[in-house]
Every structure is written in structure tokens, then in C-alpha cells.
């Protein structure tokens, strides 16, 4: 049975564009490896109704909880402790990197959630694979015996 948790937590962006924006954390129990942010730039909940002004990135849930406790990531994420109350989220693309800082209460509370949902190392249990992915990897191991 597919699930979803969300959770909507103000973040603040550091650097010269400075400023609060809306994330909203979304996990679904049919990708269990990752979490959607979505960074929402419209105020009410009226005008969110479209994919404008909404950047998401799909980001790795152990990550997150990772970074919760200790420096992690490479590449286009890293996820670190900041203060006590939050945690510092850096995001690399091509006009550069935008650091943001949420509290780490509400990430906390969101994640403990997820693993409420799909505990940790039952992941793979709740994959699919679709038929035609299926006969592919059949076909190959016929061909390739291991």
C-alpha cells in the first residue's frame, strides 16, 4: 500500500539572496531511498496549485538523517549540523550553491516519520519492479548464467 508523509517547515536561504521560502518534505513509500523537497516560492496555499515557482530536489532519506548527526554527501547535496537548532542543507548547480538552514527539530520529526512508514534496511521489500524491467533482467541472466 503506497503511502506519503509531508511536511511543510520554513527554511532560510544565507548568502546575498538572503531570505525565508517554504520547503515541503515529501516521502513516498514506493521510492523508499528518497525524499522530495519541494522549495516553494509562493505564499498561500492557493497559488501552489501549479509546478510554477516550485524547484524540487530528490535527495537520499539516509542522507538526511546522516547529516542530522555528522558532515555528509558529495556531489550536488550536503547535508551537515549546524547550530543545536539547525541544520545546514547545500545544494550545488550550475549558477552555483545555495546553502539553506532548517530547523533540525522539524527534519527530525519528519524523518522519524518516514522510518514509522518504511523502517530502515526494509527499503528493498518495497520496490517494484515493472514487468517489462523484470523480463529484461531475466533475459540477461539467461544469456549471462552467474
Known amino acids: 500500500m503506497r503511502t506519503v508523509v509531508e511536511h511543510e517547515s520554513t527554511v532560510h536561504l544565507t548568502g546575498p539572496a538572503a531570505g525565508g521560502m517554504t520547503m515541503l518534505m515529501r516521502y513516498d513509500s514506493d521510492d523508499p531511498y ?3 523537497l519541494d522549495f ?16 524540487t530536489w ?6 538526511l538523517t546522516v547529516g542530522l548527526d555528522r558532515p555528509c554527501g558529495t556531489g550536488d547535496v550536503f547535508v551537515r549540523p549546524g547550530t543545536a537548532a539547525l541544520t545546514e542543507l547545500a545544494f550545488s548547480g550550475v549558477p552555483g550553491v545555495a546553502v539553506l538552514l532548517v530547523s533540525t527539530e522539524a527534519l527530525r520529526t ?3 516519520a ?6 530502515a534496511g526494509s527499503e528493498t521489500a518495497r520496490l517494484t519492479v515493472p514487468d ?3 523480463a529484461l533482467f531475466e533475459s540477461s541472466e539467461e544469456q549471462h548464467p552467474g
Open 34 to 36: 528518497a525524499v522530495r
Open 40 to 55: 516553494l516560492d509562493a505564499a498561500t496555499p492557493e497559488d501552489r496549485t501549479s509546478q510554477d515557482g516550485c524547484v
Open 58 to 63: 530528490a535527495v537520499g532519506r539516509e542522507l
Open 110 to 112: 519528519f524523518l522519524r
Open 114 to 119: 518516514t522510518y514509522t512508514l518504511v523502517a
Open 132 to 134: 517489462d524491467l523484470s
